[in-house]
């Protein structure tokens, strides 16, 4: 395991619990969307990569599929097991490295929140393609930011400074064109749009800066995917975006 992932491992262990209870990581209705996006066959052997808490792979079992899920974090792999624990047979965790995993062939993979958390998300996504069989498919879901440079550069900044587990937020279009690298056909992409409460997302972060500065930040410019929105009560709204890319590996 990597420095990166050791790293990734601790922080994820002391933010199982605040992530799990987090409103917009439970919300019905993206997992709904998540789930009708990925449009799998019924039935389908999924592999949930980085499963954290086992949000999404409750989602998916609830569908009818089956899910094997893996996680660095021994913590959110043990709030997997506790929450699909319904499902018996269906569910399976394990706590690893997606990069190591030796599993499968599964007929669909998903992550969710993970790219802007690895240090190469093209490694990442091709661990996938290799662990899905021929025509399997591959989602990657993930909050997005703004093409021009500069807007990115001021998002980023502030990313890191309220997580230290943060890499990079690709853009919408980057997030694409890691699938394409990776070999996929007949790509799609759906954006939507979602907000965060400031001190809500701040205050389940690993910040690196006080809290005071990073407001200051955020209220200093605005990007495509991270538009702070001050309200009348003093709190903030940060209007988002998260893209979910799809695509499908070529026939052997
Ligand atoms: C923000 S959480 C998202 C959890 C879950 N996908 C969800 O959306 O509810 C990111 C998770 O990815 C995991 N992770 C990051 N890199 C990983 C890797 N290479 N292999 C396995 N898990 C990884 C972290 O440990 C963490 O639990």
Do not use: N, Y
């Not at 690893?96 to 499968?104: H, I, K, N, T, Y």
């Not at 502030?158 to 056909?185: C, K, Q, Y």
Request: proline content about 7%.
């Amino acid at each position: 395991m990597s420095d990166h992932d050791r790293e990734l491992s601790r922080a994820f262990d002391g933010q199982a619990e605040q992530f799990e209870r987090a409103p917009v990581q439970t919300d019905p209705a993206a997992l709904g969307a998540l789930v009708a996006f990925a449009a799998l066959p019924p039935g389908a052997r999924l592999l949930d990569a980085g499963c954290g808490p086992g949000i999404v792979a409750e989602a998916f079992l609830a569908g009818g599929h089956s899910v094997h899920g893996v996680d660095l974090s021994p913590e959110m792999v043990r709030r997997a097991r506790q929450r699909c624990e319904g499902f018996g047979e269906h569910a399976r965790f394990e706590v690893g490295s997606v990069l190591d995993l030796r599993a499968g062939p599964f007929e669909a993979a998903v992550s969710r929140l993970v790219v802007h958390h690895v240090e190469d998300p093209l490694a990442f996504v091709r661990a996938q393609v290799a662990l899905v069989a021929p025509r399997g498919v591959v989602i990657v879901s993930d909050h997005t930011t703004d093409p021009e440079p500069e807007r990115a550069r001021w998002h980023h900044e502030i990313e890191r400074a309220r997580d230290r587990t943060h890499v990079r937020t690709l853009t919408a279009g980057e997030l694409v064109d890691v699938l394409a690298r990776a070999g996929l056909e007949e790509l799609r992409l759906l954006e939507e749009p979602f907000e965060l409460d400031f001190d809500e997302w701040f205050d389940r972060g690993t910040p690196t800066l006080p809290k005071d500065e990073v407001r200051r930040r955020v209220l200093a410019g605005r990007a495509r995917g991270f538009e702070p929105v001050p309200r009348d009560d003093g709190g903030i709204t940060l209007r988002c975006v998260r893209a979910l890319v799809r695509g499908v590996r070529p026939a052997a």
